[in-house]
């Protein structure tokens, strides 16, 4: 079943892919820390983007890119980059959006 969390993670440093960021997109970490557990990105299940209209002029900006992954622990979770930070809290630009258990769980 899934879960709505909506939490921010902690990237482990130098886990990021490389080729996503050289393309000028933000790059899937493959380990990172939430609520103290540290989880690995076994496989990428989908990815998706956002967009949303800003001010009055309607122009669509680009803010979340979304992963789907599997972990080596099994979960299946959607992760995403927050794109363009807001200010109040600038270092938290990932995040864990929603969670599944193992499925024998």
Sequence with gaps: M???????ITPKPGTFNASAIARGEPGL????TWRKEEYRV???LEVWKASTAEGGSG???LRRH???VRTTSRHVMTLYCE???????AK???FLYTMNLPEDE
């Design 2 to 8: 899934e879960q709505f969390v909506s939490e921010p």
């Design 29 to 32: 970490p493959t380990h990172f």
């Design 42 to 44: 076994d496989e990428i």
């Design 59 to 61: 122009e669509m900006y």
């Design 66 to 68: 979304y992963f789907k």
């Design 83 to 89: 794109r363009q930070q807001k200010r109040k809290n």
């Design 92 to 94: 938290a630009r990932w």
